[in-house]
Nanobody, 127 residues
């Protein structure tokens, strides 16, 4: 069964915008922290943004802060990543992830703290 499914990736010019969506199975959605990760060829998976439902806290990688916004829609069981002012360095496969509980804030960007993962959606930003 598909538990997390990303969509919204594509190709965009530098400076453009994309909104990624991740539909999450209801029994997973809201159970804990959710996050977006990305991985470019030859690089390790890195945390992009996280949302903690319990406290309404959000966390962002320094490289995307001010450009990306993570949000959720509880009615649609969907996690979003609004990506503005995209740069070629943002090119990567983007994955949504969900934890079974609240990830300690110091570890929000650690991929091994998340139990459920989508298959990814490709984002390509050209100059």
């Amino acid at each position: 069964q598909v538990q997390l499914q990303e969509s919204g990736g594509g190709s965009v010019q530098a400076g453009g915008s994309l909104r990624l969506s991740c539909v999450v199975s209801r029994y997973i959605y809201g159970s804990g922290s959710m996050a977006w990760f990305r991985q470019a060829p030859g690089k390790e998976r890195e945390g992009v943004a996280a949302l903690y439902a319990g406290g309404g806290s959000t966390f962002y990688a320094d490289s995307v802060k001010g450009r990306f916004t993570i949000s959720r829609d509880s009615v649609k069981n969907t996690l979003y990543l609004q990506m503005n002012s995209l740069e070629p360095e943002d090119t990567a496969m983007y994955y949504c992830a969900a934890a079974t509980g609240t990830v300690p804030i110091n570890w929000w960007s650690q991929y091994n703290r998340y139990r459920y993962w989508g298959q990814g959606t490709q984002v390509t930003v050209s100059s």
